[in-house]
């Protein structure tokens, strides 16, 4: 590794445990392959409340792996509750993962399909800890909701992000993005698979409490190729296969709120 994480040959996943042990001792990992079959159906989950707030959006973000849009986290603007979680969970960012090609991507694997891309909306728990850094270091800390991106009809939630890209192409470059609405960019049905589990990246920390939706939404192969203009740490590293591949369940349980 040496020079820090990434997802290149020297550096990416298989390399992570160098630094960050856990990455094979824990016991809760994250992305996972989930199995519709050997998941449960539990009565008792809650449909998911989003109550989001497009003034909030701040910035568009080249973090050097990914693609962030970041929120105004300081009150109760943008709450997810309901589903598994307990209390309200405020959104902070989100990000995405994507391949190389269209045939892969995702970080969770659904029924041995691997997505083109997989957005992660990030939500810390406001009720219990002070600050977004303390949650992430909880057990119970973060909630991600993750969403699936097939390449099929174009997205036209997904447009005004897409033409924001060109201006950050390098690393740790950043644009002031405002008035964006995430819940544009869900699907119409909400069913979901909850587990939990950890950050995908670096320090991967044991606090997510996962909800991956059922439901893909869709781009167009055109708006999937422009992700790939971004860069990793030059013009000749294109931004591409930032995924971490499934892990283990270990002794983990996986529910679903739908039959
Ligand atoms: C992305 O995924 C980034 C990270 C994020 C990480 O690489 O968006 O965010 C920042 C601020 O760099 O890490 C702590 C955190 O949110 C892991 O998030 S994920 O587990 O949802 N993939
Ligand atoms: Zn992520």
């Given at each position: 590794a040496g020079c820090g994480w990434g997802y290149g040959s020297k550096n990416g996943p298989s390399h992570w445990?160098?630094?960050?042990?856990?990455a094979k001792e824990?016991?809760?990992?994250?992305?996972?392959?989930?199995?519709?079959?050997?998941t449960k159906y539990d009565s008792s989950l809650k449909p998911l409340t989003l109550s989001y707030d497009a003034s909030s959006a701040k910035s568009l973000t080249n973090t050097g792996s990914s693609v962030q849009v970041d929120y105004e986290d300081g009150t109760d603007r943008l709450v997810l509750t309901g589903g598994p979680l307990c209390g309200?969970?405020?959104?902070?960012?989100?990000?995405?993962?994507?391949?190389?090609?269209?045939?892969?991507?995702?970080?969770?694997?659904?029924?041995?399909?691997?997505?083109?891309a997989e957005l992660h909306l990030v939500h810390w728990n406001a009720e219990k800890y002070c600050d977004?850094?303390?949650?992430?270091?909880a057990p119970?800390?973060?909630a991600v909701i993750g969403v699936f991106l097939k390449v099929c009809n174009e997205n036209p939630a997904l447009q005004k992000m897409l033409s924001s890209l060109d201006c950050i192409k390098k690393k740790g470059s950043k644009v002031e993005f405002t008035d964006f609405a995430p819940?544009?960019?869900?699907?119409?049905?909400l069913n979901y698979y909850t587990y939990l589990g950890s950050l995908t990246t670096p320090p991967l920390f044991e606090s997510v409490?996962?909800?991956?939706?059922?439901?893909?939404i869709t781009l167009s192969s055109e708006q999937m190729t422009k992700f790939r203009t971004l860069e990793f740490?030059?013009?000749d590293d294109p931004m591409q296969d930032n995924y971490r591949p499934p892990q283990p369940l270990k002794c983990r349980e996986i529910r679903k709120n739908f039959q």
């Amino acid at each position: 590794a040496g020079c820090g994480w990434g997802y290149g040959s020297k550096n990416g996943p298989s390399h992570w445990h160098e630094q960050f042990p856990i990455a094979k001792e824990g016991s809760r990992q994250s992305p996972i392959e989930l199995k519709n079959a050997e998941t449960k159906y539990d009565s008792s989950l809650k449909p998911l409340t989003l109550s989001y707030d497009a003034s909030s959006a701040k910035s568009l973000t080249n973090t050097g792996s990914s693609v962030q849009v970041d929120y105004e986290d300081g009150t109760d603007r943008l709450v997810l509750t309901g589903g598994p979680l307990c209390g309200k969970y405020r959104l902070r960012q989100f990000h995405f993962h994507w391949g190389a090609c269209d045939d892969h991507g995702s970080e969770h694997i659904l029924d041995g399909t691997s997505y083109s891309a997989e957005l992660h909306l990030v939500h810390w728990n406001a009720e219990k800890y002070c600050d977004f850094a303390e949650a992430a270091k909880a057990p119970d800390g973060l909630a991600v909701i993750g969403v699936f991106l097939k390449v099929c009809n174009e997205n036209p939630a997904l447009q005004k992000m897409l033409s924001s890209l060109d201006c950050i192409k390098k690393k740790g470059s950043k644009v002031e993005f405002t008035d964006f609405a995430p819940c544009a960019l869900l699907p119409p049905c909400l069913n979901y698979y909850t587990y939990l589990g950890s950050l995908t990246t670096p320090p991967l920390f044991e606090s997510v409490i996962w909800i991956v939706l059922k439901e893909p939404i869709t781009l167009s192969s055109e708006q999937m190729t422009k992700f790939r203009t971004l860069e990793f740490t030059g013009p000749d590293d294109p931004m591409q296969d930032n995924y971490r591949p499934p892990q283990p369940l270990k002794c983990r349980e996986i529910r679903k709120n739908f039959q």
